[in-house]
């Protein structure tokens, strides 16, 4: 399954956010290759593997505030949209996405002295991040 295939599966919502993303790194970086755009587009991929919609999503960031690492390690649908970012990377890593992509995916819910992007991109793709 290639990256079309994983887009095609975003829900409307997360296209839109993924779009308006996409469009703030472009405008940020004056045209970045493709990849950092795919990188913008498929950052929350991961998301999909939990089958919750916006309202659910609210209680399990609600739940993650109060339960931590507890919450993040279960394996349910909460457990697994709180492991949307590795899940991401795992499925685009699949989809034979450029590194830039995948590590993207992995670390854009983490503290920047823990990013391997190049600093430049992960703060343009952070900063057009809003959520």
Do not use: F
């Not at 929350?44 to 739940?63: E, F, H, L, N, Y």
Request: a negative charge.
């Amino acid at each position: 399954m290639g990256e079309a295939a994983l887009w095609d599966q975003m829900s409307g919502a997360d296209r839109r956010h993924a779009v308006a993303v996409a469009r703030r790194v472009d405008d940020a970086l004056g045209h970045p290759e493709r990849a950092v755009l795919a990188a913008a587009l498929l950052h929350d991929i991961g998301k999909v593997d939990s089958g919750m919609g916006t309202p659910a999503r609210v209680v399990a960031t609600i739940v993650a505030m109060v339960g931590g690492q507890r919450a993040r390690s279960g394996t349910g649908r909460i457990g697994r949209y709180l492991r949307h970012p590795l899940i991401g990377s795992d499925l685009l890593l699949g989809a034979g996405s450029e590194p830039v992509t995948v590590a993207w995916a992995a670390e854009h819910h983490l503290p920047e002295r823990q990013w391997t992007v190049d600093p430049v991109i992960a703060r343009a793709l952070h900063a057009a991040d809003d959520d």
